[in-house]
């Protein structure tokens, strides 16, 4: 498979323009689109044992949830370690992919992948940052091809409503056109007015991946020229955003769940924001990497435990004052389920490419 076949495959999981960041770097850091895919390596950080992992394993795309290019960068010189993992990746032809606040807020990402990691029911999003938007796919296409297009543009992630794939409308009339001069018809000759028996094939397109769409439908479609229409809609659809907010099926004490989440996450240790251990706690807010600055939401929201990372000495004075209990299991160990789970989805979605989970345990601190 080539780059951008696989980044296509990553962006209907996570469509880059949900990054909740305005700063953010999602997509492809360094290398080529066209560059041929065998093998991936997944990891949250690029670090130089990373890409060490990624030249042995023969990987040729790295993809990383923290972008290993934030800021510009004003050289790219093999003294500096940046410049020098770029250098050395250029040459080995790795090339390197990010997917960083996008795969934060979209429901299979970080959240969804903590939540299993610590075998919680369903939630709901704790803060939306987006929401879901549509449009309608109207186009014209003679009777014998409408149902390949079909296919062709729900492959492409088009006619999804709910539980339902495929979901179109079809009216059959009939098309007319006269192919100019210049022009090479599938139907009918040049100066000639051709009436062509069509249908019209309606369906639903978020927005988020209509572009692709698009694309996928002038592919399958035989005409040199496509008349299609693009109509905005109102209709709601899923609402993205950072963490969850999730009902507990029975009440657990502070110390219980945080050793569940310890155990769980594998951690050597997780820090406790609370006084009292015997608290009950029946609904929690969890959210992977730093949730430093949803403890008030998560407070409003009902919860009286927020499971996170990075959480330091005033955030969590701030969460004790209001009430709210606050487990710091690490910005790594609440984020690294996702690399796994990541490979599940990847796995689902492409063939005759192996997905490897990076082995490197790039928590860049340790516990003594
Ligand atoms: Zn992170």
Redesign the pocket.
């Known amino acids: 498979m080539k780059v951008q076949e696989i980044i296509q495959k990553i962006e209907e999981i996570a469509p880059k323009d949900l990054a909740c960041l305005p700063e953010d770097n999602n997509g492809l850091l360094i290398g080529s689109y066209s560059a041929d895919v065998s093998k991936v390596l997944l990891a949250?950080d690029l670090t130089s044992d990373v890409l060490d992992e990624a030249i042995n394993l023969n990987c040729q795309l790295i993809i990383t949830?923290?972008p290993f290019i934030f800021k510009g960068l004003k050289n790219i010189r093999e003294d500096i370690e940046q410049g020098r993992l770029i250098i050395k990746g250029i040459k080995n032809n790795i090339n390197v992919y990010c997917a960083h606040t996008n795969l934060d807020v979209v429901d299979l990402g970080v959240t969804e992948a903590l939540r299993k990691k610590l075998e919680f029911p369903k939630g709901t999003v704790l803060q939306p940052t987006e929401k879901e938007v549509f449009s309608k796919l109207a186009v014209y296409v003679p009777k014998d091809n409408a149902y390949d297009l079909l296919l062709a543009i729900s492959k492409a992630g088009a006619g999804h409503i709910g539980a339902y794939s495929h979901c179109s409308f079809m009216t059959e009339g009939e098309g007319t056109f006269k192919p100019l001069e210049g022009a090479n018809p599938y139907i009918g000759k040049v100066g000639t007015i051709e009436k062509v028996q069509e249908i019209k094939l309606e369906t639903i397109v978020p927005n988020a991946i209509l572009s692709s769409v698009i694309k996928a439908m002038l592919k399958a479609h035989p005409y040199e020229e496509v008349a299609y229409d693009i109509i905005p809609l109102s209709n709601t659809g899923k609402v993205f955003g950072l963490g969850a907010v999730i009902q507990l099926e029975e009440q657990v004490k502070v110390k219980e769940l945080a050793q569940r989440v310890k155990e769980k996450l594998n951690c050597q240790q997780v820090k406790i924001f609370s006084r009292d251990l015997d608290k009950k706690i029946s609904k929690v807010a969890i959210c992977?990497?730093?949730g430093g600055s949803l403890i008030q939401t998560a407070k409003f929201a009902g919860c009286q435990c927020l499971i996170t990372g990075d959480i330091d000495y005033h955030k969590g004075q701030m969460a004790m004052d209001i009430g709210l209990t606050v487990i710091d299991a690490g910005?790594y160990h609440t984020?690294v389920p996702v690399l796994e789970y990541l490979k599940g989805l990847l796995n689902d979605r492409i063939e005759d490419v192996q997905v490897y989970v990076t082995k490197v345990n790039t928590c860049p601190y340790i516990f003594l």
Request: charged share 10%; proline share 0%; aromatic share 0%.
């Open positions: 949250l949830h923290h992977g990497g730093s910005h984020e």
